[in-house]
């Protein structure tokens, strides 16, 4: 059981996605973990051929607990594990070959199968996530007819939705039939009496709503309670002349359809992420030996869940992606919190993290440091300000940000530095 998270203590698995006997390799998806958080996939580490499991689905097991048995490429795996779910019967398919890493959303879509749905082959074993069982489920189609698009063929949410485009006769009881945005948390499904199929299917795993919210918080309760005993922290703040900023994003959002601007946030957190791969003692991790600083910047974004709780998954390199990019990202990564999908890098990789309460009209917010990180930016709303300068009052666009960090590795000297140098970021736009 990996950890997905400084804060995670136990997982369980809720679906596999391999089988024993198949061959895999690393980077490969192997199992959906339900942490107390979210449901992430989890890749294998290594290559290998699959020997068996050495979890049940659904039972509880601390972090670092072995949950499947490999062996070496070339070697015969080992007996079928007795504990395989019932549902899962029948010879074991040759495992197909491996597949690139996994592309990104518009690639998947071009190079997916032709919508024209396509049955099973007998005995073989429907593969899908929970999210797609539910909403075939709900649309009322049978995932045998849906075309996987995924690892080994396994059926995601996009593959059911297309199904569902392509074939608009279907029923859809208790569900919209079309129109229903991408990645939105589907709407909870009615109460039914469970066949034994489904109830092999779709283990009672996941904890309902509100067992998951208090999970949630009680977890981020822990961390936030270790941050503050464990990490001295310090805080800054300056208010940023944005002026400049809002005038570029006027400019570029003029040509551009709804669906595709750009918002202050892509600007600031690009900044922020820069700053942070410049300014010493910002972005790495505390560990027992010290100050590991990271070659790299994934920037954790806080993401407010709508059934309560708050997650931070990380825009992977977000200092080397452009503003567009880093744009497109971040309503990906914050759709996908959401939906309760993440990997396993979003949610364990993070070197810095970034929150902002703006939206809500908060002009401040000062974070607490997510163990073992050393910082933490805050970002306040922005709008426009009475602004002073050259004896001259005028007004612009301005935003509070705050810096929240670690004084076992930098002081108030470097913090400054971090945040001047977010304000100079921000003073030309155009070069981020």
């Given at each position: 059981m990996p950890s997905l998270g400084a804060d995670m203590e136990h997982g369980k698995v809720v679906e596999w996605l391999v089988h024993p006997g198949d061959a895999i390799h690393q980077g490969d998806l192997i199992a959906v973990v339900d942490t107390d958080k979210t449901l992430m996939d989890v890749e294998s580490f290594e290559d290998g051929v699959v020997g068996g499991y050495l979890v049940d689905l659904a039972e509880t097991v601390p972090v670092g607990t072995p949950i499947l048995s490999l062996a070496e490429p070339g070697?015969?795996?080992?007996?079928?594990?007795?504990?395989?779910?019932?549902?899962?019967?029948?010879?074991?398919?040759?495992?197909?070959?491996?597949?690139?890493?996994?592309?990104?959303?518009?690639?998947?879509?071009?190079?997916?199968?032709?919508?024209?749905?396509?049955?099973?082959?007998?005995?073989?074993?429907?593969?899908?996530?929970?999210?797609?069982?539910?909403?075939?489920?709900?649309?009322?189609?049978?995932?045998?007819?849906?075309?996987?698009?995924?690892q080994q063929g396994s059926i995601s949410e996009a593959d059911v939705r297309r199904a569902a485009a392509a074939a608009p006769g279907l029923p859809a009881p208790g569900a919209p039939p079309a129109g229903l945005p991408e990645h939105a948390a589907p709407p909870p499904t009615p109460p039914q009496e469970p066949t034994p199929a489904r109830a092999a299917?779709?283990?009672?795993?996941?904890?309902?709503?509100?067992?998951?919210?208090?999970?949630?918080?009680?977890?981020?309760?822990?961390?936030?309670?270790?941050?503050?005993?464990?990490?001295?922290?310090?805080y800054l703040s300056t208010t940023l002349d944005l002026a400049r900023m809002g005038a570029v994003l006027q400019e570029r959002n003029l040509a551009r359809p709804v669906s595709d601007r750009l918002v202050p946030a892509a600007f600031l957190l690009k900044a922020a992420a820069v700053a942070a791969k410049e300014v010493p003692g910002m972005n790495g991790y505390w560990t027992d030996h010290g100050f590991d600083p990271s070659d790299r910047v994934h920037l954790g974004v806080a993401v407010a869940l709508r059934g309560g709780g708050l997650v931070a998954p990380a825009l992977l390199d977000a200092d080397t992606l452009s503003v567009d990019e880093l744009m497109q990202k971040l309503r990906d990564l914050v759709a996908r919190a959401r939906a309760g999908r993440l990997a396993r890098t979003e949610m364990a990789s993070a070197t810095i993290t970034a929150t902002s309460l703006g939206d809500l009209g908060v002009d401040a917010v000062f974070g607490v440091i997510v163990p073992p990180q050393v910082a933490m930016v805050g970002l306040g709303r922005v709008a426009e300000r009475p602004w002073a300068e050259n004896g001259m009052l005028g007004v612009r666009m301005a935003a509070t940000a705050t810096l929240s960090a670690d004084h076992?590795?930098?002081?108030?000297?470097?913090?400054?530095?971090?945040?001047?140098?977010?304000?100079e970021l921000l003073l030309t736009p155009e070069d981020l």
């Open positions: 070697e015969e795996a080992g007996p079928r594990d007795e504990r395989r779910p019932a549902d899962e019967g029948g010879p074991v398919p040759a495992a197909p070959p491996p597949e690139p890493a996994a592309p990104p959303a518009e690639a998947e879509a071009a190079a997916a199968p032709p919508a024209v749905p396509r049955p099973t082959p007998a005995g073989r074993r429907v593969r899908s996530s929970p999210l797609a069982r539910r909403l075939a489920a709900q649309l009322g189609i049978d995932l045998a007819t849906v075309a996987g698009t995924g299917e779709a283990p009672a795993a996941v904890a309902p709503a509100e067992g998951r919210t208090a999970s949630l918080r009680a977890s981020l309760g822990a961390l936030m309670a270790k941050s503050k005993a464990t990490i001295p922290h310090y076992r590795v930098s002081d108030g000297l470097g913090g400054s530095r971090y945040l001047t140098r977010l304000q």
